[in-house]
């Protein structure tokens, strides 16, 4: 049984997830081992998906990550005063999401996105 899947990311600027990852996005610093930092929700349980796709939906490119958040307004409003670039909407999307495209420190584009 798989209990966790996790999506590595190379990069030799270890410290500059810091910036989207934690102070963006909330997430806690769960390892550190100088090569490498792994960030996560401390002491909560998440699902293990991994997904598959020709496509983001609505025409847009295939997003390296999606992310779920409890508030996406929030949290767009902090990508937006950060300086990361918005390069798709946000949307309501028919299939009940509102959503943005970022990108992170490393230029990987990343849907963030809240169910409503």
Do not use: C
């Not at 910036?19 to 699902?47: C, E, N, P, V």
């Amino acid at each position: 049984m798989v209990k966790r899947i996790v999506l590595n990311i190379n990069t030799q600027k270890i410290a500059d997830a810091a910036s989207f990852y934690k102070d963006i996005l909330g997430l806690d610093l769960l390892m550190d081992h100088g090569w490498i930092a792994t960030y996560g929700a401390a002491g909560q349980k998440m699902d293990v998906q991994i997904s598959f796709a020709s496509e983001g939906g609505s025409g847009t490119p295939t997003p390296d990550l999606s992310i779920e958040v409890e508030n996406v307004d929030e949290i767009l409003e902090k990508v937006k005063t950060a300086g990361f670039p918005i390069e798709y909407g946000p949307a309501d999307e028919p299939w009940g999401v509102r959503r943005f495209y970022t990108r992170d420190p490393f230029g990987k584009l990343v849907n963030i996105l809240s169910h409503y």
